[in-house]
């Protein structure tokens, strides 16, 4: 039982779901991914707990993304960035990938994996964790790396809570508009961003999918617009 | 002294070639990021020259991702104006550029005509530019050729063939339509190649006379082997009534698709095909390559191809129940 990613064996996996049908049919889909399911019925420690127990007791974590009620104090999306760091590998599954977005998207560069609950499989699960790893190996698939990228901004709705702005990212689409929290953007930046400017971040561009963008190291230009 | 090598890369919809010999040079930059994998995963540096065939994204877009990783030098690059073109693309990449020649980073220089055959010769492989002329350049997309025909962005692509001891053996044509190519071979352009890719990925074309189209291309360029590329789900590529064209015309022709069209197979393969090259490809990822990307080895007599092509053909057969393809034997028994 159990996967060999690059040399890492994975087989013990959490599943971290407040819904214990959900939690049942996932722990049946990792059975059949050849990997031991761990559900767990809550109520979950603090984050950073939950992190430190998981890197010590299985090898990788399944977790939704909307965890409610007294179940956890965190959501899915923290929770898989924060085992990312801890290079635990995780799948983060959720029908709320395009609905969150803007709360899952400043955590989007440490979540690998991140899969419609409709597309969960044992081949996506197994991809997924094979994901992690790869990154956690510094060789991550190609709709991962991160470049260096124009951005043109072309709103901003700095009245609405967040605060979110709008981009056109031509190296990526040129057709798709990309709504973005002011908060993705460092604090002593944030004054910059305006309609039409032009500035540069490090960008997954060959994700296929928006909510799969993630942003960081944002540059910008002194010259001009 | 090893063969130069041409690759052509699986972008997806989209032209990408890049040619390594004692210098690099590239031949349009596809959609995306696979370029700038390419040139991560060899190693790659410092890139002597990209030719742009035409301002379409899928030509442009990966130079915009080029110049703005900066993770490569580029020296000069060579593209016609296109006033017809207000794509966000277009501008962006006319800034990047523009920012970059200012900087004194790269040669921004426009004109990319058959003026310019030889400029960028590498030690083994002679560049030839066979369309457009200057004179077809200078009016540009949205004039008129002579006979009163609208020209396109994609009449006016520019068209590259690259011979090895004076023998032709790679035809790169971009998106060049039926009136680009009737000015090229009224002019006494000669565009016979052992290999080349087909113009527009196999798509439509301005007449929508795609048969006549295939046929005259075929004719004229003589190929033994075709290259599609293409992008799985995009513009229902290659046509089929173009690739049964070029099965009439030339029947012993060898087809070689970037990606798995869906006109071949309605379903993706469930595990990684182990035929294919360690070369970066577009579709690798989600298991779209047929060939995927395409590396010939420029040999003097024959160009060497990888894939191989036996392996190509097996997973044809067992991948492809439907593939347009084998509607004229099977490509392993050609």
């Not at chain 2, 971009?174 to 680009?180: A, F, K, M, S, T």
């Amino acid at each position: 039982m159990g996967l060999n990613v690059l040399g890492e064996s994975i087989s013990r996996v959490k599943i971290i779901d407040d819904d214990p049908t959900a939690r049942k049919a996932m722990a049946f889909t990792v059975t059949d991914a050849d990997l031991q399911p761990l559900p767990d019925d809550g109520p979950l420690p603090q984050l950073k707990t939950f992190v430190s127990l998981a890197k010590k007791n299985v090898d990788a974590v399944i977790c939704d993304h909307r965890l409610k009620g007294q179940y956890a104090r965190f959501n899915g999306a923290e929770a898989a960035a924060e085992l990312y760091k801890a290079a635990c590998p995780s799948v983060l599954c959720t029908r709320w990938s395009v609905a969150d977005i803007d709360a899952i998207r400043q955590y989007i560069r440490y979540i690998p994996s991140l899969i419609s609950s409709d597309d969960v499989s044992p081949d996506t699960i197994a991809s997924g964790l094979a994901r992690c790893v790869r990154e956690f190996k510094n060789d991550p698939v190609q709709s991962r790396k991160a470049w260096r990228t124009l951005v043109r901004v072309e709103s901003v709705e700095s009245s609405l809570k967040p605060p979110l702005f709008y981009v056109a990212i031509s190296g990526w689409d040129s057709k798709e508009i990309i709504r973005l929290p002011l908060s993705l953007v460092p604090s002593n930046l944030r004054r910059r961003i305006k309609p039409g400017v032009r500035f540069f971040a490090r960008i997954n561009k060959g994700a296929e999918q928006p909510e799969a963008l993630f942003f960081v190291d944002f540059e910008f230009p002194t010259t001009r617009k | 002294m090893s063969d130069p090598s041409l690759a052509i890369l699986d972008v997806g919809h989209g032209n990408c070639a890049v040619l390594i010999d004692d210098r690099v040079v590239v031949v349009d930059a596809g959609p995306g990021t696979t370029l700038l994998d390419f040139l991560e995963s060899e190693g790659i540096k410092e890139i002597e020259a990209v030719l742009i065939s035409h301002a379409d994204e899928d030509h442009i877009k990966g130079l915009v991702s080029l110049f703005e990783s900066k993770t490569v030098v580029v020296r000069l690059v060579r593209i016609n104006s296109d006033a017809m073109k207000n794509s966000p693309t277009w501008n962006d990449l006319t800034y990047l550029l523009d920012e970059a020649n200012k900087a004194g980073a790269v040669r921004f220089e426009v004109g990319l005509t058959t003026n310019q055959t030889g400029d960028f010769d590498t030690a083994a492989v002679r560049i030839e530019i066979l369309a457009p002329t200057p004179g077809l350049a200078a009016k540009g997309p949205g004039s008129h050729d002579h006979k009163g025909r609208r020209l396109t962005s994609n009449s006016m692509s520019a068209v590259v063939r690259l011979l090895r001891n004076g023998k032709p053996k790679v035809l790169l044509p971009g998106d060049i339509d039926e009136i680009g190519l009737e000015n090229l071979l009224d002019a006494g352009g000669d565009i016979a190649a052992e290999i080349a890719v087909f113009p527009h990925h196999g798509g439509g074309v301005a007449s929508g006379n795609l048969s006549s189209f295939a046929t005259s291309f075929c004719r004229a360029s003589k190929a033994e082997k075709l290259v599609f590329s293409i992008g799985r789900g995009r513009y229902d590529t290659p046509r089929p009534e173009i690739i049964a064209a070029v099965l009439s015309e030339i029947p012993k022709v060898r087809i070689l698709c970037t990606q798995l069209s869906e006109h071949c197979a309605s379903q993706l393969p469930t595990t990684d095909p182990p035929h294919l090259t360690s070369k970066v490809s577009r579709g690798k990822e989600l298991r779209r390559c047929c060939a995927g990307t395409i590396s010939l080895s420029l040999a003097e007599k024959e160009a060497t191809v990888f894939p191989i092509l036996t392996a190509h053909a097996e997973f044809i057969e067992g991948a492809a129940p439907s593939a347009l393809c084998m509607k004229v034997g099977k490509p392993s028994e050609k």
